[in-house]
């Protein structure tokens, strides 16, 4: 069983920046993908961004160019940053390990709002 413990959130300005983390149970160079996924009240779940084992990355529209997604695999960490925030990026975030035998592993969430 791999555990994944997500931290960072809180509340922040618009314009403001929070940078999410992921701790995971396991060696992080064993995951074929780790995601971060967003879900807001009343809406689905979504993708945000996402970073393979070869450090490919990949974002949703709506934070390319703000969010960045990386890892490190000496701490099994993987982190969310997220610059020029908005109210509408105001959600629960949630990590996501993703194994190449199509186990998926989730994390509680952290609370992310942006709000004035």
């Known amino acids: 069983q791999v555990q994944l413990v997500e931290s960072g959130g809180g509340l922040v300005q618009p314009g403001g920046s929070l940078r999410l983390s992921c701790v995971v149970s396991?060696?992080?160079?064993?995951?074929?993908?780790i995601n971060w996924y967003r879900q807001a009240p009343s809406k689905q779940r979504e993708l945000v961004a996402l970073i393979t084992d070869s450090d490919h990355t990949n974002y949703s529209n709506d934070v390319k160019g703000r969010f960045t997604i990386s890892r490190d695999v000496t701490t099994n960490k993987a982190y969310l940053q997220m610059n020029s925030l908005k109210p509408e990026d105001t959600a629960v975030y949630y990590c996501?390990?993703?194994?190449?035998?199509?186990?998926?592993?989730w994390g509680q969430g952290t609370q992310v709002t942006v709000s004035s």
């Open positions: 396991t060696r992080i160079s064993n995951i074929y993908r």
């Open positions: 996501n390990a993703q194994f190449a035998s199509g186990t998926v592993y």
